[in-house]
């Protein structure tokens, strides 16, 4: 007999988080001081400071290249608490920088159509 219960239960996650989240994240709100981390100046002295609940990857998870650095980057020194503004804000400029990793750089001159060849 299949467990609705737990396939209900998975249906409302939109995308994965690795196990004991709920943990990691109620550590970090409490390093953190349930304040948003977000440097407000280059050198990083003055930080947002606003409530915050969005506990983010510094280095977003997409970016590893490896399972190695993946599993690095879901160490408490790669998590950080934000506010919702700024995570919005932080997400979208991910965003940006996804789409253009994904593009692939042309390098080389385009070869020439092989019909084109004398
Ligand atoms: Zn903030």
């Given at each position: 007999m299949p467990n609705a219960y737990w396939k209900d239960k998975d249906s409302y996650r939109s995308q994965p988080r690795p196990y004991g989240w709920k943990a990691i994240r109620e550590r970090i709100i409490a390093r953190d001081g349930?304040?948003?981390?977000?440097?407000?100046?280059s050198q990083g002295?003055?930080?947002?400071g606003r409530p915050g609940n969005q506990v983010d990857h510094i280095v977003p998870v997409f970016m590893a290249k490896s399972q190695q650095e993946l599993e690095r980057l879901e160490q408490d020194d790669n998590l950080w608490l934000l506010c919702v503004s700024c995570h919005r804000r932080k997400t979208s400029s991910e965003a940006g920088k996804e789409s253009q990793r994904r593009?692939?750089?042309?390098?080389?001159?385009p070869e020439r159509h092989p019909g084109l060849i004398d």
């Amino acid at each position: 007999m299949p467990n609705a219960y737990w396939k209900d239960k998975d249906s409302y996650r939109s995308q994965p988080r690795p196990y004991g989240w709920k943990a990691i994240r109620e550590r970090i709100i409490a390093r953190d001081g349930g304040v948003c981390q977000m440097p407000q100046d280059s050198q990083g002295i003055t930080r947002c400071g606003r409530p915050g609940n969005q506990v983010d990857h510094i280095v977003p998870v997409f970016m590893a290249k490896s399972q190695q650095e993946l599993e690095r980057l879901e160490q408490d020194d790669n998590l950080w608490l934000l506010c919702v503004s700024c995570h919005r804000r932080k997400t979208s400029s991910e965003a940006g920088k996804e789409s253009q990793r994904r593009r692939p750089k042309r390098r080389r001159e385009p070869e020439r159509h092989p019909g084109l060849i004398d």
